[in-house]
């Protein structure tokens, strides 16, 4: 059943919870996706099974949560988390973030480093505003710098993407890379070779980066940025099986 968290009058977050056992199970996704997404489903039910508690949930603008998209930066959704797992959870979490929201798992572990017993990365995306503004040719620049936003054709759906200037900038205040990420906690990453949308190059940067007792990088052969065949699907499954299971013993 759908239920609602307000954070404001108007800011209200929509999102389902399992009721289980801990570690509590948080999937954060990805940018412009919403919670109904194959990962989140996939996900739902591995819980459902198991008797795992879970949670999933749309970002302010995203799905069925209020706002507009166009007015979200990584800033306000990675807040929208953390008021997620205070209001929501009890005890420790295991974060699963998938592309923008492997970012937002990644400053979570620094704003609420006690909170976190695990994580796994689906084609984790930290700094992507970066890549964004480095990939602008100068007219596109301009356009971003003096309308507030630009608009890109996407290859997930019809609609196009919407960058804004609030985007970019608030994504060099929220970045991964320029300061160190001691990760205490059992961490995995996931990561397609043939992702057009965050390169291999990121996850082996991210890996070399990150400090940590246990973290391990898998690379899929030929898996996109999806990462949503039954193939994929049964090893995210597994990935976070394994965490979980870690952190209970």
């Keep these: 059943m759908m239920r609602y968290l307000n954070i404001t009058p108007d800011r209200r977050l929509a999102f389902h919870k399992v009721e289980g056992k801990g570690p509590t199970v948080v999937f954060l996704g990805g940018f412009k996706s919403d919670m109904s997404g194959t990962k989140a489903m996939a996900l739902q039910d591995w819980a459902e099974d198991r008797g795992q508690a879970f949670v999933r949930f749309d970002y302010s603008g995203h799905g069925q949560s209020s706002g507009k998209f166009v007015d979200g930066c990584i800033g306000d959704w990675c807040a929208d988390a953390a008021a997620m797992i205070a209001d929501q959870v009890t005890g420790p979490v295991v974060l699963v973030g998938s592309s923008m929201g492997g970012w937002i798992s990644l400053l979570l572990a620094r704003k609420v480093p006690d909170r976190i017993l695990g994580l796994v990365g689906l084609a984790a995306a930290p700094d992507f505003t970066d890549a964004i503004w480095d990939a602008m040719t100068p007219a596109q620049r301009d356009t971003l710098l003096r309308d507030g936003q630009i608009q890109e054709p996407s290859d997930y759906g019809p609609d196009p993407y919407i960058?804004?200037?609030?985007?970019?900038?608030?994504?060099?205040?929220?970045?991964?890379?320029?300061?160190?990420?001691?990760?205490?906690?059992?961490?995995?990453?996931?990561?397609?070779?043939?992702?057009?949308?965050?390169?291999?190059?990121?996850?082996?940067?991210?890996?070399?980066?990150?400090?940590?007792?246990?973290?391990?990088?898998?690379?899929?052969?030929?898996?996109d940025h999806r990462l949503s065949t039954p193939e994929c699907l049964e090893l995210i499954k597994q990935t976070v099986t394994d965490v979980v299971q870690t952190v209970q013993t």
């Design 163 to 223: 960058y804004t200037r609030r985007l970019i900038e608030d994504g060099r205040d929220q970045r991964i890379f320029d300061r160190p990420l001691p990760l205490s906690f059992p961490t995995r990453w996931l990561q397609g070779t043939a992702d057009d949308a965050v390169p291999v190059q990121t996850a082996l940067r991210l890996m070399d980066h990150a400090t940590g007792p246990d973290i391990r990088l898998t690379l899929l052969k030929d898996a």
